[in-house]
Structure formats: structure tokens, C-alpha cells
């Protein structure tokens, strides 16, 4: 394969694929950070990576893997979202608490997370840059299932209410959430979600 | 730490009351930061200022308005918190949600909020000094007022929801929540905060 990025070397120092791979993720990183998600563009990548967008596409797929591999995010939300999202409203509420408990509970999950919403709460960049991806690789996903003219609102809830539980259960550990089960915690927040989900109050 | 404690203090070098009270904060803080907040003790914080405890009493009140102060909180949550729980638990979801939108909407409360988040995030001391205040001085309160086996989890879920409404609203600005207006969010979170202080789903 040749993956060089003649734009950025001297001739005689060609680049192997690792190298080529962390050069994208590098430029990734830098152009998301000056213009946020939704104006980062796989192009504008390519470009300050010096390789063609063809191949940024070839290494990670789409934006949003770009984003997710340039984060060093442990999975791609958009991966498991249509599973749960394929049942319909019905259950949805218990089908994404057992998602977010599940994904929260790795470690290996966990540390990507807390960093990005840890440089979301230090600067208004990485809170730009939060906001979009989570607004259009999750919640967008979601609320695209839903009727009425509050669905979004509604969404955004929902997500404000799971995002307080992992909050609390695993970052700050507020007790007796920190030490519940899985099945505790789903029997109480399953229904506000679903509700949520239904249509609100 | 500074060492102009009084207690080290040649004889010839009185300290003046201003001085003091700086004195009594940067014990309080090391305190905090050393031991946590349950941990912590008004006499350990005077000794290591080199006052009497009576003095810190006489400055902040008890250890509750000593740790405000110390982490330059803009409000005592226990200030606020009396008058909405006065009312007991019919209409608390309401109030609750009111009084969280109103004390996070003002930047002068939120700029020293999001600071102690930021160190929950960034440490397990922060964590653990951030739980125990949030668990003894906030969610203690409002579980007292409650009844049932699990009043105290179910208070862990209706903070749980307002942490994860505050964080989406006004940190990282999702939208329509951002913007959406006070009555918008109280007509929809408020419903759940009441289910979960009520008993649940």
C-alpha cells in the first residue's frame, strides 16, 4: 500500500502505515479541536495530513469513526445504538439503561469518557465539540424514532438523566447508587426513561 | 500551605483579622483536600492554623459553612435547602426543579460549581471530598423527608437527573435543552423528581 504523506516529509523518509495512521489521527485531532465536529471535515483532514481523503477513509471509515478513533474512544456509539433502537419505543427505556450501565461499568470505557467530558467542562472548545457529537451520533439517533413536537427536548432528558447516573454511580460514587445493582438502579430509571420516551409527563 | 500561621508567629508580629481568616481557608483547604469532608474537623483545620477553634466557629460557623467558604462556594446548599423542604414532599419535585434552574443560571454560582466538578474529575480526593459534602450536607436532607427502604437511592436518582439537567444545559449546551425556557424543563423533570421522591416508578 502506499500510504505516504509526501506533504509534510523530505524525500528518503518514507512512512510506514503506523506512522501514516498516527499522522491522520494527529491532524484529526487538531482540526476537530479549531472547528468543532460538525465543521471538521475528512477532507480538510487529508489535506493537513498530506495524504488523500480516500485514504483517511480506507484506515477509520466516516467522520464519526475519525472522531472516535482521533478521541480514542473505546467504541463507536453509533455501533451499538441500532440494536437497541431497533426493538422500537416499547422497552427502549430499559434497553438504553442496560447499554449505558453496561458500557459505564468498563474501565476501558470509562477513562476515554471521563477525558472528553472532562475537556468539555475546561473549555468551550472541547464543550463544542462534545455537544456536537453527541447531539448528532446519539441523541439525533434516538429522537429520529420518536413522535411529537417535543421529542427532542424529551431526548435530551432522558440523556440528562443517565448522564447524572454515571455521574454520581461511578465517578463521584454518591452511595447507595455507587453500590447498587444493576437490577436496582434499572427498576427505578427504566420507567422515567420510557416515560420520557412516550411522550413526557 | 503558608506558614505565617499566628501560632508560629514571633511575638512582636500580630496578625490582623483579614490575615486570619486567609489563615483559617488555607488550613481548611489542606484539611478538605488531606482527609475529605467527613473526615475533616474544625479542631484539626484550628490547630493547624494555629487558632482556637472557637475562632473558626466565631469566622464561618460550623464545618458545613467552613468548607463553603473554603471552596468558595457563592451559597451554603443547606441556606436554600430548608425553606424548599419546608413544604414537604407534596410539589418538592417542582421546587427542587426550580431552585436547581435559578441557582445554576446565575454564572456567579456555577463558575465555582463547575470548578468542583472539575476536580471530582480529575481525582479521586476531589471525588471523594465532593461525594461526602453532596451525600452529608445535600442529598441527607432531602432523604430524611422521605420514606421507604430505598428513600435514599431514589433521592440518588432525582439528584442524578438535575446533575445530568445542569451538565447538558448549561455546561455543555445541548440543544433544544439549552434553550429551551425554565417552564419547558420544570413541566417535564418535574413530573420525575416527584415520582422518584413519591416511591419510585
Known amino acids: 500500500m502506499t500510504d505516504v504523506a509526501p ?12 506512522d501514516t495512521r498516527q499522522v491522520i489521527l494527529d491532524a484529526a485531532r487538531a482540526e476537530f479541536a479549531a472547528k468543532g465536529y460538525d465543521a471538521a471535515s475528512v477532507r480538510a483532514i487529508a489535506r493537513a495530513a498530506g495524504v488523500d481523503p480516500a485514504l483517511v477513509h480506507h484506515y477509520f471509515g466516516p467522520k464519526e469513526k475519525v472522531f472516535v478513533a482521533a478521541m480514542d474512544l473505546p467504541i463507536a456509539p453509533g455501533d451499538a445504538l441500532p440494536d437497541v ?4 419505543v416499547e422497552g427502549l ?4 439503561v442496560r447499554l449505558f450501565l453496561s458500557l459505564w461499568s ?3 470505557f470509562r ?15 472541547g464543550a463544542a465539540m462534545l455537544r456536537e457529537f453527541v447531539s448528532g451520533a446519539m441523541l439525533g439517533r434516538v429522537g429520529a424514532v420518536l413522535e411529537g413536537p417535543d421529542a427532542a427536548l424529551r431526548v435530551n432528558l432522558a440523556a440528562a438523566q443517565m448522564v447524572g447516573v454515571v455521574l454520581l454511580r461511578f465517578v463521584v460514587g454518591v452511595e447507595p447508587l455507587a453500590s447498587a445493582t444493576d437490577e436496582e438502579v434499572v427498576a427505578l430509571v427504566a420507567p422515567t426513561l420510557q416515560r420520557y420516551l412516550d411522550g413526557g409527563s
Chains 1, 2 share one sequence.
Open 106 to 108: 468498563d474501565p476501558a
Open 85 to 88: 433502537l431497533a426493538g422500537g
Open 111 to 125: 477513562g476515554p469518557m471521563l477525558g472528553m467530558l472532562r475537556s468539555a467542562s475546561t473549555g468551550e472548545q
Open 93 to 96: 427505556g430499559e434497553r438504553l
Open 7 to 18: 506533504g509534510r516529509r523530505g524525500p528518503g523518509r518514507p512512512a510506514g502505515a503506523g
